[in-house]
């Protein structure tokens, strides 16, 4: 932070003080990891006395001290260049030393050598004669048996703080954010643990789907998105509110008039014919942490990677609700379980989502899910919260109701313990509750001038017997209702993706905008595809074919339509430079 003067100076006492009380979560992380070592190594040394133990700890700590103090110091030079906490990436650069030296000035360079033997020789004189202290008249443990027990239920209980606490939600980068400032987030993060868990989850440094020519495959992704056609016009207002609802699991063949289980969702089905319906949309992935990013950020799933959790390069990306942030919007983000879950609390805080509403803000009374409040409990305090809410307003909901393990306090109305009836039964409690959400909003002053955007997050797989590939998995319903919509009762065939959201949406408030991935659905000449990514591969789907292609076997290994070689192209293309932008940010 002091190496920062420039920002540290902008900010209040309450905002530093705030880097250290919500960054002290990720220290005792830290350390717990640090004293796993240790620990482990004490076991042996209840039985075996001698001095080999100590010694082993003043080298340990040594160790840790000198390579802890360089990553620290390189941090602290580097963060002003980078905008971002260093990680494990910079490896890269250790394997041309001359080239990194290069990047240094000669007084930085001699800045990092100080600094780098003055702190790792304090620290490391300090602990010597604390290891020195408490070994002081250390001869044997007379009690070894029990003090092997102790140390080792001691050992194990570190898993607590390495995780974060009990809770589902495993400790990231994110979990210390707290406020709208970025400086104060980063300064929050400690820098120790971001490196080794970055280390631990690096990503690749190369693009690994080089399938054609670079400039060959921007060109194809070019001419897919390319739009000179106007947009249909569906707003009465070019200000609406804006509410949209993200529904966990609601997959398109439990809502789809012709699908086997429509009757899951009849509340859904019945406002169909209220709103616009876009009946061809696919999810970006399987998960909601792979959702999150495409809806708001207009940002593809890539293979094997949650982009959600590398806040360095979600704060890069834009954000359908930044800019209505920027144009005077109140914005304010709505779940009913922990939002440190998956890095959604980074993102959602660079998204510029100024209010959070998560389970802290409920009574534990109502936490009646293993994820939360349940989504009755969360649809009436929204319901209470957009009577007196500033306008215009830009909400949005994430239910969890439709999450396992599909505990939903209601009578069963689909019978049997088996998980797809289980299922069927959440998803009919989540419709209900929307349903009766709806009714009331319909009555109220604000749904004459609002949009409501329900969408979900992904559907899922109910049978070990369909391949994790399956477009069931990853076909989603998306309808726009509300007072502002200028046409109802209208279907939308067009093939689109979750990322489309972002600038159709914008280009429907006249809001200037730049999503490089997303197409207009309302543009009469915007291209017909969907594009989706699974850990092996991905899917392209157009209007006439249709190819799945398995990225480790080398071939597609789902082919429908007229040209499905035509389409597994266009795909290979799009990851491609999906791929090389996503390594640029």
């Known amino acids: 932070m002091l190496m920062q003067f420039g920002e540290l100076k902008t900010l209040s006492l309450s905002q530093i003080a705030g880097a250290f009380i919500h960054g ?134 570190l898993v607590i703080p390495i995780r974060g606490g009990f809770g589902v939600a495993v400790l990231n980068a994110g979990s210390v954010y707290f406020s709208d400032i970025l400086f104060p987030n980063h300064s929050a993060i400690n820098e120790i643990w971001n490196f080794g868990h970055t280390a631990a989850y690096s990503k690749p440094v190369k693009n690994p789907y080089l399938f054609n020519d670079m400039n060959e495959a921007r060109e194809d992704v070019s001419l897919l998105l390319r739009d000179t056609g106007p947009s249909t016009r569906v707003l009465n207002t070019d200000r609406p509110n804006v509410l949209i609802i993200i529904l966990e699991s609601f997959g398109s063949y439990l809502v789809n008039q012709s699908a086997p289980d429509s009757v899951v969702t009849p509340r859904f089905r019945e406002y169909i014919h209220e709103g616009i319906y876009f009946s061809n949309l696919c999810a970006a992935g399987s998960r909601t942490d792979k959702a999150i990013p495409a809806i ?50 980074s993102f959602m805080t660079t998204s510029k989502f100024r209010q959070k509403v998560t389970k802290d803000d409920f009574n534990p009374k109502d936490y009646n899910s293993k994820w939360g409040v349940h989504d009755e409990i969360l649809f009436n305090r929204l319901q209470d919260s957009l009577f007196t809410a500033r306008q215009p307003f830009a909400y949005s909901v994430l239910t969890l109701s439709s999450h396992e393990p599909f505990e939903v306090p209601m009578e069963t109305v689909f019978k049997g313990r088996d998980v797809l009836n289980m299922f069927k039964n959440s998803i009919f409690y989540t419709d209900r509750s929307l349903g009766m959400f709806l009714d009331k909003a319909k009555t109220t002053d604000w ?137 640029r940010k």
């Open 24 to 157: 002290f979560k990720l220290d005792l992380s830290t350390a717990s990891y640090l004293l796993v070592i240790p620990c482990l190594a004490m076991l042996p040394s209840l039985f075996f006395p001698g001095n080999w133990y100590k010694k082993f700890l003043k080298i340990y700590s040594f160790l840790l001290i000198f390579f802890f103090s360089c990553i620290i110091i390189a941090d602290a030079f580097t963060y002003s260049y980078w905008g971002f906490r260093m990680e494990f990436s910079i490896m890269e650069y250790v394997k041309t030393p001359g080239d990194a030296a290069a990047s240094a000035s000669t007084m930085q360079t001699i800045v990092f050598i100080i600094l780098a033997i003055v702190i790792t020789g304090t620290f490391s004189l300090g602990c010597n004669k604390l290891i020195n202290k408490l070994f002081t008249g250390f001869e044997k443990v007379r009690l070894p048996i029990p003090s092997a027990i102790l140390v080792s239920v001691l050992t194990a209980s």
């Open 296 to 345: 708001f950020s207009g940002y593809p799933n890539l293979p094997t990677i949650q982009v959600i959790k590398e806040p360095r390069k979600t704060q890069k990306m834009p954000g359908i609700i930044k800019l209505l942030d920027s144009a005077g919007y109140k914005t304010s983000f709505w779940y009913g379980g922990d939002i440190n879950f998956a890095n959604m609390n």
């Open 447 to 583: 749904w004459k001038n609002t949009i409501i955007i329900l969408i979900a997050d992904h559907c899922r797989r109910n049978s070990e017997k369909i391949p994790v590939y399956s477009e069931e998995i990853y076909r989603i319903p998306m309808l726009w209702l509300g007072g502002a919509l200028s046409v109802k009762n209208l279907k939308i065939e067009k093939n689109g993706n979750q990322v489309d959201l972002p600038l159709t949406l914008a280009n429907q408030l006249n809001i200037k905008s730049s999503f490089p991935f997303s197409k207009d659905l309302f543009s009469q000449s915007s291209a017909s595809f969907s594009f989706y990514a699974y850990n092996e591969g991905f899917a392209f789907i157009t209007d006439t074919s249709a190819a799945i292609y398995d990225v480790k076997l080398k071939r597609n290994v789902v082919e429908r339509g007229n040209n499905p070689q035509s389409a597994a192209k266009l795909g290979k293309s799009f990851l491609q430079v999906l791929f090389d932008d996503y390594l």
